[in-house]
């Protein structure tokens, strides 16, 4: 062997054990033995004790409205709300979840009606004022076919 091929080989050699230096000295290191208390945290204090006041009934508080955004059911058999016009089964069902199923409910909703209901529509957000349901509804509630396909196209279709 020449002596460039012992020193190449020396070479390799050396930056091999340093590499290897550098890799071990990454790893975290276990050692066993006597194991070591882990350091106390300081206790916590005493949470203070609550004592309730006495309210006068004048002094308490209204009892909580229930949220505008759920209707009351109306009477009889619900409506088939997939005449209105961009309001698909899944909308549907949302309504329906939230005690929409007649056409005169949604009729008779007010603008912050919408913007409560529209809140809770997820990826139907905005069809209310867009495919104007509450218009929609107004004729269908009313049995005005010939206004609502005048207006919106021909139902069923």
């Known amino acids: 062997m020449s ?17 290897l230096l550098l890799i071990r000295g990454r790893k ?14 300081a206790t916590p204090p005493a949470a203070p004790q609550l004592v309730p006041t ?10 909580a409205a229930p949220p505008v955004s759920q209707m009351e059911p109306s009477e009889g058999a619900g409506d ?4 209105i016009k961009g309001l698909g089964p899944k909308a549907a069902t949302l309504l329906n979840g939230l005690g929409v199923t007649r ?9 912050s ?3 409560a209901i529209d809140a ?12 104007r349901w509450v218009e929609q509804a107004n004729l269908l509630a009313k049995g005005d076919t010939a206004a609502f396909e005048a207006e919106f196209g021909k139902l069923g279709g």
């Open 80 to 83: 088939r709300l997939t005449t």
């Open 54 to 63: 006495p309210i006068s009934p004048a002094e308490a508080p209204a009892p």
């Open 120 to 131: 809770q529509m997820g990826a139907f957000k905005g069809r209310i004022t867009r495919d």
């Open 103 to 111: 056409f005169d409910q949604i009729a008779g909703w007010s603008e």
């Open 28 to 41: 975290q290191r276990v050692t066993f033995g006597e194991a070591r208390p882990l350091p106390r945290a």
């Open 113 to 115: 009606d919408v913007t």
């Open 3 to 19: 002596n460039t091929a012992i020193i190449v080989v020396a070479a390799i050699f050396v930056i091999a054990l340093v590499l």
